[in-house]
């Protein structure tokens, strides 16, 4: 068998957000994706998580022999700031916007981001206020992306 189809997702993902870089036109040079140990990771950072997995079948739509899928995924998203600031929790923001304009360019472009994603929507965003202290990395963002993609019944590593 092949790779299921959310790991070949998930991974199309980690891939395309690793790629970014502000010599194609990206705010930032993306870090570390995909580890949440924050001691460890490059800023920004994503770490990217399914939410939700619905299928949207109808009851009569059996006979084509694939399900329909929609996936809810979660991308987290850190960034820092360089230098101390009087409101870090607002200077942050800035930070936050560039990170999450890029993402929504990547999968604005790439919106079909594997070969078994028919779409992957943006859907919104966030802002979470860290409560750990640190003064550099005060909020993080989630943004949140719908992706629809359908699957063969008796192979469901196989796209339809």
Same mark, same amino acid.
Request: proline share 3%.
């Given at each position: 068998? !092949?790779?299921?189809?959310?790991?070949?997702?998930?991974?199309?993902?980690? !891939?395309?957000?690793?790629?970014?870089?502000?010599?194609?036109?990206?705010?930032?040079?993306?870090?570390?994706?995909?580890?949440?140990?924050?001691?460890?990771?490059?800023?920004?950072?994503?770490?990217?998580?399914?939410?939700?997995?619905?299928?949207?079948?109808?009851?009569?739509?059996?006979? !084509?022999?694939?399900?329909?899928?929609?996936?809810?995924?979660?991308?987290?998203?850190?960034?820092?700031?360089?230098?101390?600031?009087?409101?870090?929790?607002?200077?942050?923001?800035?930070?936050?916007?560039?990170?999450?304009?890029?993402?929504?360019?990547?999968?604005?472009?790439?919106?079909?981001?594997?070969?078994?994603?028919?779409?992957?929507?943006?859907?919104?965003?966030?802002?979470?206020?860290?409560?750990?202290?640190?003064?550099?990395?005060?909020?993080?963002?989630?943004?949140?992306?719908?992706?629809?993609?359908?699957?063969?019944?008796?192979?469901?590593?196989?796209?339809?």
């Amino acid at each position: 068998m !092949s790779t299921p189809i959310l790991t070949e997702i998930e991974e199309s993902m980690a !891939s395309a957000i690793e790629g970014l870089r502000k010599a194609n036109g990206y705010y930032y040079d993306w870090g570390t994706v995909n580890n949440t140990d924050e001691a460890q990771q490059t800023f920004p950072s994503a770490e990217i998580a399914i939410v939700e997995e619905v299928c949207l079948d109808e009851a009569g739509g059996v006979w !084509s022999g694939a399900y329909l899928q929609e996936l809810t995924v979660d991308i987290k998203i850190r960034t820092e700031l360089m230098n101390e600031e009087s409101q870090p929790i607002y200077a942050i923001n800035a930070e936050l916007n560039k990170a999450v304009e890029d993402l929504k360019k990547l999968f604005g472009i790439n919106y079909t981001i594997s070969e078994n994603c028919e779409t992957i929507m943006y859907k919104g965003m966030h802002r979470v206020n860290d409560l750990n202290n640190d003064i550099f990395r005060p909020t993080y963002v989630i943004v949140r992306f719908t992706i629809r993609y359908t699957q063969d019944r008796d192979r469901p590593d196989l796209h339809e």
